[in-house]
């Protein structure tokens, strides 16, 4: 069973900046990719940003250039520093993580997510 905790969302003006983290946890053998996701109200999620394993990047045109998404291996921890935040960047944001258990069986697995507002 893999668990992914995530942690730094919160209140923030616009211009300002958050840190999200989210860390995994249980038998794992690898991590083929991390990233986040994002779901405001009244519409779908959407993908935010990923990494890999090998640690290429992709993000959603709407955060390029204001976000980026980076991962500890060692710590089995991503994160997303989030900059130049915008109303319409809150959202619930939520963590995936894709790879192998430590029985080699593919899992595809969702924190619980965290609430970022950012508002005046």
């Known amino acids: 069973q893999v668990q992914l905790v995530e942690s730094g969302g919160g209140l923030v003006q616009p211009g300002g ?15 083929n990719a991390m990233g ?5 109200p009244g519409k ?5 940003a990923t990494i ?6 992709t993000y959603a045109d709407s955060v390029k250039g204001r976000f980026t998404i ?5 710590k089995n921890t991503v994160y997303l520093q989030m900059n130049s935040l915008k109303p319409e960047d809150t ?6 993580a894709k790879g192998y258990s430590s ?7 969702w924190g619980q997510g965290t609430q970022v507002t950012v508002s005046s």
């Open 91 to 96: 959202a619930v944001y939520y963590c995936n």
């Open 36 to 40: 986040w996701y994002r779901q405001a």
């Open 44 to 48: 779908q999620r959407e993908l935010v």
């Open 70 to 74: 980076s991962r500890d291996n060692a």
């Open 103 to 109: 029985a080699w069986l593919l899992f595809d697995q």
């Open 52 to 57: 890999t394993s090998a640690g290429s990047t």
């Open 17 to 31: 900046s958050l840190r999200l983290s989210c860390a995994a946890s249980g038998r794992i053998s690898r991590f």
